[in-house]
């Protein structure tokens, strides 16, 4: 059984920055593609970016282009979203999700395999 772990939440003004990590337990076929989800209160959980661990393959959604990177480490199976000039319209909870394609990350609704518990990220203005 794989699973997922998120880290890297927390309380941050407008403009500043956070970085979110996400530890897979094992690699398999079924977590070739790795994604950030988000849900705020009352809203629909939607797609933030997604990678594979192979290649240089990665999607953002229009909303965070220029300002969240995804980046991996496969030394340590660990996916990064590293989230500069934030807004707080970003504020919601963050997910992390493991599929085995990276169009199934992208696609509404997605299919994903695993999902991590989730971690907080709230930006004050």
């Known amino acids: 059984q794989v699973q997922l772990a998120e880290s890297g939440g927390g309380l941050v003004q407008a403009g500043g920055s956070l970085r979110l990590s996400c530890g897979c337990s094992?690699?398999?076929?079924?977590?070739?593609?790795m994604g950030w989800f988000r849900q705020a209160p009352g809203k629909e959980r939607e797609f933030v970016a997604a990678?594979?661990?192979?290649?240089?393959?990665?999607a953002y959604a229009d909303s965070v282009k220029g300002r969240f990177t995804i980046s991996r480490d496969i030394a340590r199976n660990t996916v990064y979203l590293e989230m500069n000039s934030l807004k707080p319209e970003d504020t919601a909870v963050y997910y992390c999700?493991?599929?085995?394609?990276?169009?199934?990350?992208?696609?509404?609704?997605?299919?994903?395999?695993?999902w991590g518990q989730g971690t907080q990220v709230t930006v004050s203005s």
């Open positions: 999700a493991a599929s085995g394609w990276i169009q199934d990350l992208i696609d509404i609704p997605p299919r994903t395999n695993y």
């Open positions: 094992k690699l398999t076929n079924s977590t070739n593609a």
């Open positions: 990678l594979r661990w192979i290649g240089s393959s990665t």
